[in-house]
């Protein structure tokens, strides 16, 4: 079914419409939250919630892109059920992914968070528009999906090594274009 008639579906409060996004993006949702959050329960879980929290929030909303609201919907769940589980240290995966991008973003106590959070929004998305398509979808891939290196350099045929250094080479760029940016 078309993203469209599912929104549709949502505006109509037909119950349909969570078994028609389950069908057409159950797959999604459920890779994102189990790279997220490793743990086949609480990705199940993230992702019945995204349902509830779509179901909550259009309407009002109404999403052009249903697979990219979907995907962020999901994506904060885990975020904020990792955060909560943390102490327990259930997944070093994510913890590793934070710590490589925390090295090149600035801290949030340094500017309002509202403002410096969309004007960063716009600064990365001018700066993934200057990567190449691979180079794009690899850091999109890490660093928004969660997937792991072992996981991207298999399905592109590279050592992790090989993908590991590309990801920090990424990462340095960012950090100097952000700094550029500070001065």
Known sequence: MEDEKIVALYWARDPDAIRHTAEKYGGLCGRIAGSLLGDARDAEECVSDTYQRTWDSVPPSRPVQLAAYLGRIVRNLCLSRYRAGRAQKRYGGMEQMLEELEECLPGRESVEQELEAKELSAFLDRWLGTLGKEDRAL?????????SVSALAKERGKTANQVSLRLYRMRQGLREQLERRED
Not at 139 to 147: E, K, L
């Open 139 to 147: 850091f999109v891939r890490r660093y928004w999906y969660g997937d």
